[in-house]
């Protein structure tokens, strides 16, 4: 027999056949009948995290209710509850029996018990057949296992509260009752010590909030007790210090923040762990101007301003909420906050985000300008229970600005049954990579990762790996100021066909030589400049997800792929973000060795170390970084980074040294280190001074002509 995910099959009828007298065991044996139980329960429950009362009353007359409404309309017909015919993974989410939950919902909502008696019906009837279905996963039960007595308790646990004194009939209530505590027992004996991954967190996190609403229940504190240690492991072992999950999803660290949220609305100490603040801070970093996080590794779209306003409640930090009002309607704020205390949000305060963010363990470095920016990929392959939600790619990336993604990848898929799940989905083909021989990425990638270069004006990310057999290098240059662009570096060698490959939600065009354009009719768009040499180009079409920030959705749509085919692994890529529906004028060019961009009067000489702009033929400004010499403008005597700014005719240097270092400057004035006046060699128009010591240090006083 094939080994399975979880332990050998410990299912017994303690779990999936509690009688009437089992059940009242369970509860210390308080009532002689069902009746009677009901009675005894509704006087010990306790509310659950997320009351349901409050969450539709905030609800009301909004999009929400509607869409509550729309959920429950199948019940009304009839439900086939055995999920046959929904393939292999979808059949164990049917029997998450998210479908059925919004029965309950609608009955609130309306008090129309035609609601109430279908949720009856169909939980009666699923309790009737759930044993005989047989899931498709080896060694995997489609009912009893940990994402299925999760959901399921996370669905049903909040109806006790209501369900408890409705008209509901005691048989359909003990058997939710029983399905809840039966689902407690199998995962208290499945996770009985620490395993990495979202599954065993999650079911730990429920575990907690049944024996918090039932603490009558004879194994409550049992049960509470092994909760309360597996969260703690996972917060340690299995959320990184950067505050990212351990399968670097965004999708799925933001279920595992979910379930976190709700233990930490039970138990304070979760909400006092420092990684649970961290992890709300790492969808801080990950979020774009659109106000969503990009589907990296399996992940959906996710929308994360609803959890960061539970989240500036649970710390008790108003800044993350005025982070996440800006994507949020009163209406929908309101139902975020319904299950808190009234709080005065005047003069809240937000959350400015950094130009530049490194997670170094989750493996994402985010640059940022403006309106554009890009998160890079660089973090290991993660194992998980069934299969690595992890994609075959490294060193990847994806571009957003004007709240739309520009430069995208192939995600999620709709479903892990999708029969292209393995070839686009998580092939190295659905993203913004390097291929070599067509070949998938191993799982063995050897990323190392420069320090991160940011001289203000530019940040320059560079990285290496061995995925493919070969090592590749890439190297991601951000040039902030407007026109804001990027230009990515791509070096590998030896006998091989490699092939670059890029991807939009619009239409690749061909605008002129290895020029192509991707734009919506009104923008934004993507201008795509392939300076590498010649190449086989060939467009391709898969299928995304693509967010829409009006409504806060994401819809499977095209995908249009263009790539660049050498027998060289060389690629140098100009991508240039444009916010209405056609490019500026731009031309690019090499010359000495540098990349000459134009774009309009503005003109950059982009060398493997500097960047150099002038505008109407005068300079802007010059950066360099690990450099000793900036031409005509400064020379070193060991490697230091430098930006020089020029405004109203002068000069001014900002300069990084690791030590002593000294330094020419192209003036004869009398110049200023750090604001002081300094006593400086000149000589046929250089000054001479050095930097004492490590640090950074600024030159001024410098005219420029």
């Known amino acids: 027999m094939s080994k399975g995910p979880e332990k050998p099959r410990h299912i017994d009828g303690r779990i999936n056949r509690i009688g009437t007298d089992d059940l009242i065991k369970a509860f210390g044996s308080p009532a002689t009948d069902l009746a009677g139980l009901r009675a005894f329960v509704a006087g010990e429950l306790r509310r659950p995290a997320w009351p349901l009362p409050e969450w539709v009353d905030a609800i009301r007359s909004t999009p929400a209710a ?38 309950v919902h609608a009955w609130l909502l309306t008090g129309d018990e035609r609601y109430l008696q279908a949720f009856e019906r169909h939980l009666d009837d699923w309790v009737e057949h759930r044993d005989s279905v047989t899931g498709e996963w080896p060694g995997l039960d489609a009912i009893w296992y940990s994402l299925g007595t999760w959901a399921r308790c996370r669905s049903l646990l909040p109806t006790l509260e209501v369900l408890t004194t409705s008209p509901l009939s005691d048989c359909v ?27 065993q967190l999650v079911c730990a996190t429920e575990l907690l909030q049944l024996s918090a609403v039932l603490p009558s229940l004879v194994e409550s504190a049992a049960w509470a007790e092994r909760a309360r ?36 609305r039970i138990d304070p100490a979760v909400a006092g762990h420092p990684r649970f603040a961290a992890m709300h801070h790492w969808m801080v970093e990950l979020v774009s101007s659109g106000g969503w996080l990009p589907h990296l590794q399996d992940s959906g779209i996710e929308w994360p301003a609803a959890s960061l306003v539970r989240g500036s409640y649970l710390l008790d930090d108003p800044a993350l909420a005025g982070f996440a009002a800006q994507w949020l309607s009163p209406e ?42 890009a998160v890079i990929n660089h973090g290991p392959h ?33 479903s892990y049954d999708d029969p292209e799940y393995l070839t686009w989905f998580q092939s190295g083909r659905g993203h913004n990579t390097v291929l070599i021989d067509g070949r998938e990425l191993s799982t063995d990638r050897g990323v190392a990762v420069d320090p991160l270069v940011d001289t203000g004006v530019v940040a320059v990310f560079s990285g290496r790996h061995h995925g493919n057999g070969v090592p590749q290098a890439r190297t991601i ?65 898969g299928v995304a997800r693509r967010p829409f920030p009006d409504r806060k959705a994401a819809e499977y749509g095209p995908l249009y792929t263009l790539s ?63 450099v000793t010499e900036l031409p005509e403008l400064l020379r070193a005597t060991d490697e230091v980074d430098v930006l020089v700014a020029v405004s109203d005719g002068a000069m001014r240097f900002e300069i990084t040294c690791a030590g002593r270092c000294g330094l020419w400057v192209r003036a004869a004035d009398e110049i200023r280190l750090n604001d002081m006046a300094i006593d400086a060699a000149h000589e046929e128009g250089w000054t001479h001074l050095t930097l004492p010591y490590a640090g950074s240090w600024t030159v001024a006083g410098i005219r420029h002509e």
């Open 332 to 373: 929908e704020f309101a139902v975020e906050a319904a299950s808190f205390p009234v709080r005065d949000t005047t003069g809240t305060p937000s959350i400015q985000l950094p130009r530049a963010t490194v997670l170094p363990e989750s493996g994402y470095t985010i640059l940022r300008s403006d309106e554009l920016r």
């Open 66 to 103: 509607d869409a509550v409404l729309a959920a429950a309309a199948p019940l009304l017909e009839g439900v086939e509850v055995t999920g046959l015919g929904r393939g292999r993974s979808q059949l164990y989410g049917f029997h998450y029996l998210g479908w059925l939950v919004p029965g």
């Open 477 to 541: 240059a951000m040039v902030r100021e407007e026109p804001a662009y990027v230009v990515v570096t791509d070096e590998a060698t030896g006998p091989h066909t490699f092939r670059s490959f890029w991807h939009a939600v619009h239409p690749w065009r061909e605008v002129g030589p290895s020029t192509y354009d991707a734009s919506a009719d009104d923008g934004p768009g993507l201008l795509l400049i392939e300076v590498g040499g010649p190449a086989n180009v060939e467009r391709g079409e």
């Open 173 to 199: 209530w003990g058997r939710l009752v029983a399905t809840l505590v039966g689902g407690a027992r199998w995962a208290y004996d499945e996770h009985d010590v620490f395993r990495h991954g979202n599954w």
């Open 229 to 264: 240690q597996r969260i703690e492991e996972h917060l340690v072992l299995d959320i990184y210090p950067d505050g990212g999950h351990y399968e670097r999803s965004p999708g799925y660290h933001r279920m595992v923040l979910t379930a976190l949220q709700t233990a930490a």
């Open 382 to 414: 993660i194992e998980h229970e069934l299969e690595s939600h992890s994609h075959r790619a490294v060193l990847d990336l994806v571009l957003d600005g004007w709240q739309q993604p520009l430069l995208w990848e192939a995600g999620g898929p709709p």
């Open 564 to 626: 660049f085919g050498r027998s060289r692994g060389d690629f140098r890529t100009v991508l240039m973000p444009h916010a209405g529906g056609r490019p500026d004028q731009v031309s690019v060019d090499h010359l000495g060795g540098e990349l000459v961009v134009a774009i309009g009067e503005t003109v950059d000489r982009v060398g493997e170390s500097t960047w150099t702009r002038t505008v109407d033929g005068k300079l802007s400004w010059a950066t360099g970084w690990k």
